[in-house]
C-alpha cells in the first residue's frame, strides 16, 4: 500500500485548458437499467461528437456502441460484477471476456464490497487481480469502483492498496447508483493513498463545468459523466469569452449519476 504523499497539483482554469483537456476526463454514461436502443445509439452519437474519452454502457450495448464508435477516438467501455460487486470471480472472468471479445477496451470493475467489509482482503485480491489479468491480456485498462458510500475511510484506503497490487489502472469511487456519489474528501483520499501511474475517476454527482474542474484539481484524471454536452458547451462558451451559464440537462442526460 502506498503511504500518504502531498498532491498539491497546478490548478486548472478555462485558461490553462484546452477543449481537449476537459473532454478527454469525461467518460459517458450510458448506464440506467431503463435507457431504450434510440437513447443509448445517441448517448455514443454525442459521446463522438464532443470527442470524449469513452462511453460507459452497458454489457449488452457494447457490439452496438463499438459499431457507432468504431474509426473514432472514443473508447468504448462497460461494467463487470455490476453495480454490488458481489458476483463470483468466475462470473467476473465470463463478463470481461465477453465484453472484450465484442470490442470493449475500458472496464469499470466492482470490487468484492462484501469481502473488503468482512476484511477478506485476499479474496477481494484475487477477484480484481483475476479481471486485470484477462483484460491486460485483451488489450483493455481497469478501473475498479470501490462505492465509497458503503466503505469506511480504512476500507477505502485498503482498497488503493489492493487495486495497485491488482495492477488495475484506475480506482473509482462510485457506480452512481449508492446513496452517494463522489465526494472532494474521498477524492482526496484516494489520491493521496495511490502511487502517482495509478488514475483516480470521481463518479457521482460531478454534472457542471465548475463540479469537473474542482475535482480535476485534486488530481482526478476521469470522471464518469450523464450532464456531458451541458459541461462541455460551457467550456467552449467560457472559452471564448461568455460568462458562466446556469448548467441545463443534456438531452441525453440520465438522472442521479
Same mark, same amino acid.
Given at each position: 500500500?502506498?503511504? %500518504? &504523499?502531498?498532491? !498539491? %497539483? /497546478?490548478?486548472?482554469?478555462?485558461?490553462?485548458?484546452?477543449?481537449?483537456?476537459?473532454?478527454? !476526463?469525461?467518460?459517458?454514461?450510458?448506464?440506467? /437499467?431503463?435507457?431504450?436502443?434510440?437513447?443509448?445509439?445517441?448517448?455514443?452519437?454525442?459521446?463522438?461528437? +464532443?470527442?470524449?474519452?469513452?462511453?460507459?454502457? &452497458?454489457?449488452?450495448?457494447?457490439?452496438?456502441?463499438? !459499431?457507432?464508435?468504431?474509426?473514432?477516438?472514443? #473508447?468504448?467501455?462497460?461494467?463487470?460484477?455490476?453495480?454490488?460487486?458481489?458476483? &463470483? !470471480? @468466475? *462470473?467476473?472472468?465470463?463478463?470481461?471476456?465477453?465484453? =472484450?471479445?465484442?470490442?470493449?477496451? %475500458?472496464?469499470?470493475?466492482?470490487?468484492?464490497?462484501?469481502?473488503?467489509?468482512?476484511?477478506?482482503?485476499?479474496?477481494?485480491?484475487?477477484?480484481?487481480?483475476?479481471?486485470?489479468?484477462?483484460?491486460?491480456?485483451?488489450? #483493455?485498462?481497469?478501473?475498479?469502483?470501490?462505492?465509497?458510500? +458503503?466503505?469506511?475511510?480504512?476500507?477505502?484506503? &485498503?482498497?488503493?492498496? =489492493?487495486? @495497485?497490487?491488482?495492477?488495475? %489502472?484506475f480506482v473509482k469511487?462510485?457506480?452512481?447508483?449508492?446513496?452517494?456519489?463522489? *465526494?472532494?474528501?474521498? =477524492?482526496?483520499?484516494?489520491?493521496?493513498?495511490?502511487?502517482?501511474?495509478?488514475?483516480?475517476?470521481?463518479?457521482?454527482?460531478?454534472?457542471?463545468?465548475? #463540479?469537473?474542474?474542482?475535482?480535476?484539481?485534486?488530481?482526478?484524471?476521469?470522471?464518469?459523466?450523464t450532464a456531458t454536452?451541458?459541461?462541455?458547451?460551457?467550456?467552449?462558451?467560457?472559452?471564448?469569452?461568455?460568462?458562466?451559464?446556469?448548467?441545463?440537462?443534456?438531452?441525453?442526460?440520465?438522472?442521479?449519476?
Amino acid at each position: 500500500m502506498s503511504s %500518504e &504523499r502531498d498532491v !498539491t %497539483e /497546478p490548478t486548472p482554469t478555462i485558461e490553462t485548458l484546452t477543449y481537449r483537456d476537459v473532454a478527454k !476526463t469525461i467518460d459517458h454514461s450510458l448506464l440506467r /437499467p431503463e435507457l431504450d436502443d434510440a437513447f443509448v445509439e445517441a448517448g455514443c452519437r454525442l459521446a463522438a461528437a +464532443y470527442d470524449v474519452a469513452s462511453v460507459c454502457v &452497458r454489457p449488452n450495448d457494447v457490439l452496438r456502441a463499438r !459499431t457507432i464508435l468504431d474509426g473514432t477516438d472514443v #473508447a468504448v467501455g462497460t461494467v463487470v460484477g455490476f453495480p454490488h460487486g458481489n458476483h &463470483r !470471480t @468466475e *462470473t467476473k472472468i465470463i463478463e470481461t471476456r465477453q465484453a =472484450l471479445a465484442d470490442g470493449a477496451t %475500458e472496464l469499470d470493475m466492482v470490487l468484492a464490497i462484501g469481502a473488503l467489509k468482512s476484511g477478506r482482503d485476499a479474496e477481494v485480491l484475487a477477484d480484481v487481480t483475476a479481471v486485470v489479468e484477462v483484460a491486460h491480456a485483451g488489450g #483493455a485498462i481497469v478501473k475498479v469502483i470501490f462505492e465509497n458510500a +458503503y466503505l469506511t475511510d480504512d476500507e477505502k484506503i &485498503r482498497a488503493c492498496g =489492493l487495486t @495497485e497490487a491488482a495492477g488495475a %489502472e484506475f480506482v473509482k469511487t462510485s457506480t452512481g447508483f449508492a446513496p452517494g456519489g463522489a *465526494t472532494h474528501d474521498d =477524492l482526496r483520499l484516494m489520491r493521496a493513498h495511490t502511487s502517482p501511474p495509478t488514475q483516480v475517476k470521481a463518479a457521482g454527482g460531478v454534472r457542471t463545468l465548475d #463540479a469537473l474542474l474542482e475535482v480535476m484539481a485534486l488530481g482526478v484524471t476521469r470522471v464518469g459523466a450523464t450532464a456531458t454536452q451541458a459541461i462541455l458547451d460551457e467550456f467552449r462558451a467560457r472559452k471564448a469569452g461568455a460568462p458562466a451559464i446556469d448548467a441545463v440537462p443534456s438531452a441525453t442526460a440520465e438522472a442521479g449519476y
